[in-house]
């Protein structure tokens, strides 16, 4: 296997992988980078509650980087980040800066969308956030729609739905909304709206979603209860303040996914992927994996800061198609592009539905999965809220495009590996948004 970047413009690489003509197998450890899901709650309950918070363990993507930007831009006092040790000395809850400047969410839906519950509810501060292209196509509306409820005031383009956004500080008075969608970042800001509002704020869902925000706004002491049975999850406002906590991040289960396929397609693969947080909201991709009959191991399973991790030992299997739907979607809906390049090497036929909300991520990553496998020679047809894959379709190389997603650009990184011919991901820099080390680890990898 031979990896090689090329530059081509100022703002772009292309990435080229040429399969080994005899054959690859991959093996060793791997160590992944900081959940991105934790590094983006850590720096702003961090920012926003009182006295210091350390976090280890943070994503140096470039996602995390526009929270932090924006934060330090409203007062909060952010270390340089590292993975090792940043610092944050919080200003208070309610106690955010008005800033001189737009705030920057970059490619950030995160940032943009948790950042809006907690501007929101800073009375009489005015504040205006925008993003990159992608971001500013990306919908609003699901969060401004139910912070209108609790009496917020947001202006932005298309009827209030698209960044730029401005946003008018107010007194907020908690709701209960009943979501349409299992949305992390849906339920992540109304909570983050409701630390400050009057009365008690609660979101019900259709299903479950990840829980990154209770287990961490439980932590930095909010009065926060959440009943499975119901997926309900209130915070009492006004309750308590925020008092910095020391957070470490586990390894992110997102970026863990590619290594595991990649192992679990390739013949003569074993990899060992180190510290992989298993939080049971997140593990949806591993048990997708498991119906289509990877071999995965946990290993030294432990609890570090009320997360549970593991190191997950891989070995290459032969994977069979199966149904990937209903409420395993929000658990695994990042990894619906990783999994699609499974199912490609899968027995079978892969059914993927239910996924619609794949529409509206950096990318339309079911129209675009569709047709850049395709263009690698797989069997894909894409329908409203799904794909159907055919398996056992030999890839060849081709010319692909990540659309600036960079879960597109890696996993057509991992479907290249077993393609017959090499193939070129053009704007493959789109990686770094989540896992800047990924082409280095890619390469280094022995096989």
């Known amino acids: 296997m031979v990896i090689a970047l090329q530059s081509v413009d100022n ?29 983006h709650r850590a720096l702003m309950l961090g920012a926003i509650a009182q006295g210091t918070t350390t976090v280890k363990g943070l994503l140096l993507g470039e996602d995390p980087r526009s929270t932090a930007s924006c934060f330090q831009a409203m007062g909060a006092k952010i270390s340089a980040l590292n993975d090792q040790d940043v610092t944050i000395e919080g200003v208070g809850l309610g106690k955010l800066q008005e800033p001189q400047d737009v705030l920057n969410a970059g490619n950030s839906g995160t940032t943009l969308r948790l950042m809006l519950g907690v501007l929101a509810s800073h009375a009489n501060r005015f504040f205006v956030v925008t993003g990159d292209d992608s971001l500013r196509s990306r919908p609003m509306s699901r969060v401004i729609q139910p912070l209108t409820q609790m009496g917020a005031t947001i202006w932005g383009r298309q009827a209030h739905t698209l960044a730029p956004l401005g946003i008018q500080g107010q007194e907020l008075q908690g709701i209960h909304y009943h979501s349409p969608i299992a ?73 863990a996914a590619f290594w595991l396929v990649a192992a679990a397609i390739t013949p003569g693969s074993e990899l060992v992927v180190e510290n992989v947080g298993m939080n049971p909201t997140r593990t949806g991709v591993l048990e997708a994996l498991a119906r289509m009959g990877a071999d995965i191991t946990p290993e030294n399973e432990r609890v570090v800061t009320g997360e ?36 490609t090497f899968a027995q079978g036929t892969t059914v993927i539905k239910d996924a619609t909300e794949l529409r509206v991520k950096e990318s339309d990553r079911l129209a675009v999965m569709a047709t ?17 894959i055919t398996g056992e379709t030999p890839l060849q190389g081709a010319e692909v495009d990540s659309y600036t997603d960079h879960r597109v650009a890696m996993s057509l990184a991992i479907a290249a590996l077993n393609a017959t011919t090499p193939t070129t991901i053009h704007r493959a820099e789109a990686a770094a948004i989540s896992y800047p080390d990924f082409i280095t680890t890619l390469d280094s990898l022995p096989h």
């Open 308 to 343: 549970p991790v593991a190191d997950l030992r891989v070995k290459a299997s032969s994977l069979q198609g199966c149904e990937i739907a209903g409420d395993l979607i929000p658990r695994l809906i990042d990894e619906v592009p990783i999994l699609a390049v499974a199912a």
């Open 11 to 39: 703002r772009h690489q292309d990435l080229v992988i040429t399969p080994s003509p005899t054959g690859l197998s991959l093996q060793g450890r791997v160590q992944i980078p900081g959940d991105k899901s934790i590094s």
């Open 183 to 255: 949305s992390a970042q849906v339920k992540s800001c109304l909570l983050l709206a409701g630390l400050s509002a009057q009365g008690e704020t609660t979101v019900t869902e259709p299903a479950i979603s990840r829980d990154h925000s209770e287990r961490m706004l439980k932590a930095f002491g909010a009065d926060i209860t959440t009943d499975p049975e119901t997926r309900t999850v209130t915070v009492k406002g006004q309750a308590a303040q925020l008092q910095g906590q020391t957070v470490i991040v586990p390894g992110d289960i997102s970026s």
């Open 372 to 388: 850049e496998l395709n263009r690698m020679g797989a069997k894909i047809s894409e329908f409203p809220d799904g794909l159907e």
